[in-house]
């Protein structure tokens, strides 16, 4: 099984900070690697697909990058709706997520 | 508008069953794979089955105990879960896969509540 780590579990940031978000596979998962944001007592959203694409809706201050096994989520701007939890997933071989980064208000 | 509507959680002894539905509208579902994801506090988002065209899929924590199904005419996806332990406690979504190969899940349910106890 492909296992996907995220750093860090958590984070405080202050809005307007830059955060990043870093996600490693254990294998090489090509651009198969996708982003969701989840606020608490709601589903997953999606936000970026194939490592670097914006999904329809999603504002521009999320972007993603990387390829392989090292991937990162950048928020460029925080904003008070952006607190909340984020995943990565890969979708190379069946379905694996991250154990999830909490962003906090500092 | 696509919307997906998770019924069927509740509470179970370990050893029972449960079936899950999902109803799927506002786009064509028998176009869409589907799948169900779990979550519990201890562990995180799991990925439990999925099914499209080429077939059915299971996590190993699952295989051999849950049976996921859907019924086009009704635009529904099944989960039976049979043999229910109490670390299949969790809450349920259903999602669907965009299309393309490796997609991701672009739309997804509220979820249902799982709880396995005694």
């Known amino acids: 099984d492909i296992q996907m780590t995220q750093s860090p579990s958590s984070l405080s940031a202050s809005v307007g900070d830059r955060v990043i978000i870093t996600c490693r596979a254990s294998?090489?998962?090509?651009?198969?690697l996708h982003w969701y944001q989840q606020k608490s007592g709601q589903a997953p959203k999606l936000l970026i697909y194939?490592?670097?694409s914006l999904h329809s809706g999603v504002p521009s201050r999320f972007s993603g990058s990387g390829s392989g096994t090292d991937f990162t989520l950048t928020i460029s701007g925080l904003q008070p709706e952006d607190f909340a939890t984020y995943y990565c997933?890969?979708?190379?071989?069946?379905?694996?997520f991250g154990q999830g980064t909490k962003v906090e208000l500092k | 508008e696509v919307q997906l509507l998770e019924s069927g959680g509740g509470l179970v002894q370990p050893g029972g069953s449960l079936r899950l539905s999902c109803v799927g509208s506002?786009?064509?579902?028998?176009?869409?794979?589907m799948h169900w994801v779990r979550q519990s506090p201890g562990r995180g988002l799991e990925w439990v089955s999925a099914?499209?065209?080429?077939?059915?899929y299971y996590a190993d924590s699952v295989k051999g105990r849950f049976t996921i199904s859907r019924d086009m005419s009704k635009s529904t996806l099944y989960l039976q879960m049979d043999s229910l332990r109490i670390d299949d406690s969790a809450t349920y979504f259903c999602?669907?896969?965009?299309?393309?190969?490796?997609?991701?899940?672009?739309?997804w349910g509220q979820g249902t509540l799982v709880t396995v106890s005694s």
């Open positions: 099914i499209g065209v080429s077939g059915t």
């Open positions: 294998q090489s998962v090509g651009t198969y």
């Open positions: 194939f490592a670097s």
């Open positions: 997933q890969q979708s190379y071989t069946f379905r694996t």
């Open positions: 999602a669907r896969y965009a299309s393309g190969n490796n997609a991701p899940s672009d739309y």
């Open positions: 506002g786009y064509p579902f028998s176009d869409y794979a």
